[in-house]
């Protein structure tokens, strides 16, 4: 059965393409439904307020760094959006006087301009400039992890993918676009071999760290929520941390409060992990085969699906 044409953006897979079923049985569910989806492998915690959901969050760092030793460095990858979290981050290790001189971290991503490279710090939308203004830089400085313990897709994306291979990524952070990705992971577009049918999920995991096109959903989307809707500042183009890496972490664990996806998104990829449903027009869906993957959701943001007009 052929399958439907993306209702946003024709030359492109997406989740609207999805079978009306998969759809349907998403957008029926209900708040504690949600909560009642984990299986093996799957685990899906809910928080009561935002506090604790951003404590939590940051605390995954702390615990990351915490196993790090220099025969054994260890450190986390993390997102920009959410961003709540950072802060909190080096409050913690400033209270704790805990010491990132071995610990690690991977940036996931990087906006790429017309160019094809990284934008600089300079940039309003840099990531890797939000990761040190809102956390490494507020660090006391006789804490500090070495600037080479930061990992960021600029440059030799080669260099960094093998960063993961010689250092254990505790936990890939995230959190879920519109279009279903985490970190840059978009659906591809609908051309070449894949003009019929998107890549099977076994043919999509072998993405390592890239350059690639973001869907038009994603830059509608980061306009909306990083730049008050100008749409013209958004880079089309970024470089991603690819589920190569994705799948050397030893735990991914998902941040939903509510900002980044809708309510029918925030059920529709958990619904589809759950039921081991992967599919790469929704790219997060994927992660069905991840062996620890574990999503976190803030009830207050969670939502209904319904028709509400406004």
């Given amino acids: 059965m052929s399958r439907s044409i993306s209702k946003v953006a024709p030359d492109w897979w997406d989740y609207t393409t999805l079978d009306s079923e998969i759809l349907a049985d998403a957008a029926r569910l209900t708040a504690d439904d949600l909560a009642k989806l984990g299986r093996p492998g799957f685990r899906v915690v809910m928080y009561d307020t935002l506090e604790d959901f951003y404590l939590s969050e940051a605390l995954e760092y702390v615990a990351a760094w915490r196993q790090s030793s220099a025969d054994n460095p260890a450190g986390i990858c993390g997102p920009i959006g959410p961003i709540e979290q950072l802060p909190l981050v080096a409050r913690l290790v400033n209270e704790l006087d805990l010491n990132l001189r071995e610990a690690h971290f991977w940036g996931m991503d990087e906006w790429v301009d017309d160019a094809g490279r990284p934008v600089p710090p300079t940039h309003p939308l840099s990531f890797a400039r939000a990761d040190k203004e809102l956390c490494f830089d507020r660090i006391r400085p006789e804490l500090c992890m070495p600037e080479g313990h930061l990992h960021f897709p600029i440059g030799d994306l080669g260099a960094y993918s093998r960063s993961f291979d010689e250092i254990r990524c505790v ?19 609908r ?38 809707g100008q749409v013209a500042m958004v880079p089309t183009r970024a470089a991603t941390v690819g589920p190569v890496e994705t799948w050397k972490a030893e735990k991914v664990s998902i941040w939903q409060a509510g900002n980044h996806d809708n309510p029918f998104g925030m059920r529709l990829t958990a619904w589809m992990i759950a039921k081991q449903i992967p599919d790469s027009s929704a790219p997060m869906s994927l ?8 999503f976190n959701y803030y009830r207050g943001g969670i939502g209904v699906v319904a028709a509400e007009m406004h």
């Fill in 287 to 294: 992660l069905a085969d991840h062996p620890n993957v574990q």
């Fill in 171 to 189: 936990v890939m952070q995230g959190g879920q676009g519109e279009v279903k990705h985490w970190a840059f992971n978009d659906p591809p577009k």
């Fill in 191 to 228: 051309e070449g071999r894949w003009k019929d049918a998107p890549p099977p999920p076994e043919e999509y995991r072998k993405l390592a760290a890239r350059v690639t096109d973001l869907h038009p959903m994603t830059v509608i989307q980061n306009a909306r929520t990083s730049g008050g």
